[in-house]
């Protein structure tokens, strides 16, 4: 089983079968509906430690055939892969079936919704009696069955927390109708429309993660129809890079730019990379000189501010500043360790990297954007409680959120 997926890629064992399985989820009979399955290989797992687009990779990098099934806020989906190729789901959420759908898509109105529905009986499909009662062409069904997995499987990719079961199949079950769908387009336009941060950056994982080009990404390229912002971020991986580097190389914001990365690796496009120690050497002085850049543009505001005030208050401003740092969170307090801010509020570069170093802090780009950050809300707090409603206020509100744009 191979993919990106947190707990269901890291530490491997083998079933009796001799397929590749993660360690610490189980194998054999698991089904979240209590229907009855095989002895085929079937893990499972925690939403809140992977992402649907992540357990998605993983079946399409293998080309297995599998039956998904998802439990979350409620809902219940099964999502149907046949040789890596995603072509049905279903859902016990009442709201997403067929007539649902075509209900929301003004095909029914309402009085041939509550026609459908007063005729449906168990035993019978809704899309054989959409056509029988003439509301739905033959030939317009199977469309319009794709939309309704369409909605199924775009739902489903937002899913933040819940749990899995992966069940690898030799075949689907005879009843499973099997759709052409455009597996890889509809990821990335699933991807594409999520806003939550916190689900981004579980896909995404760490700014030092080395990606390149798929050995088969230039072919599929063309049948995919990337947009422009795909293949901006694409295009910059001619070389092999880190997530931090295709960060401060991309023209689109910081969000986006993460989003993107994360669906290119969704749909395979880009895969983790292999550096050299040469170019592990390399990145990591581009890494650092970057963040010492960074630190830099932070610190020049810092004077500025530490200027001011001290024209307020004289020596008074180092028990200001004391005040700032401690707007820090215990978390990150460790990494201004032995720094006392005397010259102007700035920041000891030096001292931060090494506190970095001692704490083998893995996500440094990260960290210090971090640490950078919460001693400007610090200042900024600090100088509102103390010269609220003078001159001096506005001042460095508006040094900081220059900073920020």
């Not at 979240?32 to 990098?61: C, H, K, W």
Request: one cysteine or more.
């Amino acid at each position: 089983v191979g993919g990106h997926a947190r707990g269901l890629a890291s530490c491997v064992l083998r079933n009796a079968a001799g397929r590749r399985v993660p360690r610490g989820v189980a194998c054999g009979p698991a089904d979240p509906y209590n229907a009855p399955m095989s002895d085929n290989l079937s893990i499972q797992g925690d939403l809140s430690e992977t992402t649907v687009p992540d357990l998605f990779r993983t079946v399409i990098r293998s080309g297995e055939t599998a039956v998904l099934l998802l439990e979350s806020e409620g809902q219940k989906d099964t999502i149907y892969f046949l040789e890596g190729r995603l072509v049905y789901a279903t859902t016990k959420d009442p709201d997403k079936g067929l007539a649902e759908t075509l209900l929301r898509a003004g095909e029914l109105d309402i009085e041939q919704y509550n026609s459908v529905m007063d005729r449906i009986v168990a035993a019978r499909k809704v899309g054989s009696l959409l056509c029988e009662l003439g509301y739905l062409m033959p030939d317009d069904l199977s469309r319009a069955v794709e939309r309704q997995v369409d909605s199924i499987v775009l739902d489903a990719i937002a899913y933040r927390s819940g749990t899995y079961t992966m069940e690898f199949v030799p075949e689907l079950p005879d009843e499973t109708v099997t759709l052409s769908l455009q597996t890889e387009r509809l990821i990335l336009d699933g991807i594409r429309s999520i806003d939550s941060w916190s689900l981004i950056w579980r896909g995404v994982g760490r700014l030092e993660r080395m990606l390149q080009h798929s050995p088969d990404a230039d072919t599929r390229t063309f049948q995919l129809e990337l947009t422009e912002d795909e293949s901006h971020i694409l295009a910059l991986l001619s070389e092999p890079r880190s997530v931090e580097q295709l960060r401060t190389r991309s023209y689109l914001s910081n969000f986006l730019t993460f989003r993107t990365i994360w669906g290119l690796l969704a749909v395979n496009l880009i895969q983790d990379g292999q550096m050299t120690e040469s170019e592990e050497v390399q990145t990591a002085a581009e890494i650092e000189y970057e963040l010492e850049a960074l630190v830099e543009r932070f610190n020049g505001v810092y004077q500025q501010i530490f200027t001011r005030v001290f024209q307020k208050i004289g020596d008074h401003v180092y028990d200001f500043i004391d005040r700032v740092v401690l707007h820090l969170s215990p978390e990150l307090l460790r990494f201004v360790s032995g720094m006392n801010f005397v010259n102007e509020g700035r920041v000891d570069f030096d001292q931060l990297l090494n506190n970095l170093f001692s704490a083998a802090a893995a996500d440094r780009s990260r960290i210090v954007q971090a640490v950078l950050d919460g001693l400007l809300s610090g200042w900024v707090a600090e100088v509102r409680a103390e010269f609220a409603g003078q001159p001096l206020e506005s001042e460095v509100v508006g040094l900081a959120e220059g900073l920020r744009v």
